[in-house]
C-alpha cells in the first residue's frame, strides 16, 4: 500500500467508524447469534489474494458487527467503563503510524519525555505528592493494563521486602500479599507470576454494608502473618472494585502500611478517574 492508496483507504475507514459511531443506538448491544455464527462464515483458509478496503468494510458491516457485544453503546453498561472518543482513536492511528518504540530513551527519545511528563501532569491532576513525580524519587510508567501494574507493583515491593535479595536469589522466605475479597483475580495471578503461589495472597474480610476492606482485618491479618515469620511485602486496595464498585478506606490503610512498612498500592482502574 503506496501512500496515496493508505490515505484514500484511511479516509474510507474513518468514514466507516463515524457511521457506525452515529447508528450505535440503533443496534442491539449484544449478539442475536448463536456461538459459532461468525467462525463458520470465515474461509477455512486465509486467502491468497488482498481485498480493496471497500470489500472488507463491507465484511465488517455483513459479518462482524451484527455480532459484537457495543462497548460504545449508550445501552451498554458491563464490565468496566470502557468509552473510546474520537480524539482517541486519531491518537491510536498516529502512534501506530510512527511505529515508535519507547521502552527507553535511547529508543524514541521524544516518546519517553512525552510519557514522563505527560504522568507528571496526571500526578497533579489526582493532587499526589510531590515524591510521585519525575523530579523526585517517583516518576510513571504507562503499563498496558491495570493487570500488569499489579505485577509490576508486586515484584517491586517483593524487591523492596527483600532488600533487593529476591532480584538475584529469588524467593528466600515467606512473603504475604494483602487484598480484599472483592479484589481483581488479578492480583491473586500476580502472586503466582511473582512466585509467591495462591497461599502468597491473604484476602481480607470486608464491611459487610459497604464491601470495602476492613482496615482492623487487615491489621489483624499482618500481624498473625509476622508472628509466625511471614514478611508482609504489599496491601493491594481499592477504588472501585469489579463485583461491587467498593472503595477501601485508604486512609485508614496507608496508616496500617506505613506503621508496619508494607508497600501499598492503588488499584483504581475501575473509579480513580473520579479523583481528577
Same mark, same amino acid.
Given at each position: 500500500?503506496?501512500?496515496?492508496?493508505?490515505? =484514500?483507504? !484511511?479516509?474510507?475507514?474513518?468514514?466507516? $467508524?463515524?457511521?457506525y459511531w452515529t447508528t450505535l443506538g440503533q443496534r442491539p448491544v449484544t449478539s442475536q447469534?448463536?456461538? %459459532?455464527?461468525?467462525?463458520?462464515?470465515?474461509?477455512?483458509?486465509?486467502? *491468497?489474494?488482498?481485498?480493496?478496503?471497500? @470489500?472488507?468494510?463491507?465484511?465488517?458491516?455483513?459479518?462482524?458487527?451484527?455480532?459484537?457485544?457495543?462497548?460504545?453503546?449508550?445501552?451498554?453498561?458491563?464490565?468496566?467503563?470502557?468509552?473510546?472518543?474520537?480524539?482517541?482513536?486519531? !491518537?491510536?492511528?498516529?502512534?501506530s503510524g510512527l511505529g515508535v518504540q519507547g521502552m527507553l530513551w535511547a529508543t524514541g527519545?521524544?516518546? &519517553? *519525555?512525552?510519557?514522563?511528563?505527560?504522568?507528571?501532569?496526571?500526578?497533579?491532576?489526582?493532587? #499526589?505528592?510531590?515524591?510521585?513525580?519525575?523530579? !523526585?524519587?517517583? !516518576?510513571?510508567?504507562?503499563?498496558?493494563?491495570?493487570?500488569?501494574?499489579? #505485577?509490576?507493583?508486586?515484584?517491586?515491593?517483593?524487591? =523492596?521486602?527483600?532488600?533487593?535479595?529476591?532480584?538475584?536469589? %529469588?524467593?528466600?522466605r515467606r512473603y504475604r500479599a494483602y487484598t480484599s475479597t472483592q479484589g481483581h483475580s488479578?492480583?491473586?495471578?500476580?502472586?503466582?507470576?511473582?512466585?509467591?503461589?495462591?497461599?502468597?495472597?491473604?484476602? $481480607?474480610?470486608?464491611?459487610?454494608?459497604?464491601?470495602?476492606? =476492613?482496615? *482492623?482485618?487487615? =491489621?489483624?491479618?499482618?500481624? @498473625?502473618?509476622?508472628?509466625?515469620?511471614?514478611?508482609?511485602? $504489599?496491601?493491594?486496595? &481499592?477504588?472501585?472494585?469489579?463485583?461491587?464498585?467498593?472503595?477501601?478506606?485508604?486512609?485508614?490503610?496507608? @496508616? $496500617?502500611?506505613?506503621?508496619?512498612?508494607?508497600?501499598?498500592?492503588?488499584?483504581?482502574?475501575?473509579? %480513580?478517574?473520579?479523583?481528577?
Open positions: 500500500m503506496d501512500p496515496d492508496e493508505f490515505r =484514500r483507504a !484511511g479516509n474510507a475507514v474513518v468514514d466507516w $467508524i463515524a457511521d447469534d448463536p456461538p %459459532g455464527t461468525v467462525a463458520a462464515a470465515l474461509p477455512a483458509g486465509p486467502t *491468497e489474494q488482498g481485498e480493496p478496503v471497500e @470489500a472488507v468494510l463491507a465484511d465488517l458491516d455483513s459479518l462482524i458487527t451484527p455480532r459484537l457485544t457495543h462497548w460504545q453503546h449508550p445501552g451498554f453498561f458491563g464490565y468496566f467503563p470502557a468509552n473510546t472518543s474520537g480524539p482517541s482513536v486519531l !491518537g491510536d492511528l498516529v502512534s527519545p521524544a516518546c &519517553t *519525555e512525552l510519557e514522563t511528563v505527560m504522568l507528571d501532569w496526571l500526578a497533579g491532576l489526582l493532587d #499526589l505528592p510531590e515524591r510521585f513525580r519525575s523530579t !523526585g524519587r517517583g !516518576g510513571g510508567v504507562i503499563q498496558d493494563s491495570a493487570s500488569s501494574a499489579t #505485577l509490576v507493583a508486586t515484584l517491586g515491593a517483593l524487591h =523492596r521486602a527483600s532488600k533487593g535479595r529476591w532480584r538475584e536469589d %529469588g524467593i528466600d488479578s492480583i491473586e495471578k500476580a502472586a503466582r507470576i511473582a512466585g509467591l503461589g495462591t497461599d502468597g495472597v491473604r484476602p $481480607i474480610e470486608v464491611d459487610p454494608r459497604t464491601q470495602a476492606m =476492613r482496615p *482492623e482485618a487487615l =491489621r489483624a491479618s499482618i500481624e @498473625a502473618d509476622l508472628a509466625a515469620g511471614v514478611v508482609p511485602a $504489599i496491601v493491594v486496595a &481499592t477504588i472501585g472494585t469489579t463485583s461491587t464498585t467498593a472503595i477501601d478506606p485508604l486512609p485508614e490503610i496507608g @496508616a $496500617i502500611c506505613a506503621e508496619y512498612g508494607v508497600w501499598l498500592h492503588v488499584d483504581a482502574a475501575y473509579a %480513580g478517574a473520579a479523583a481528577v
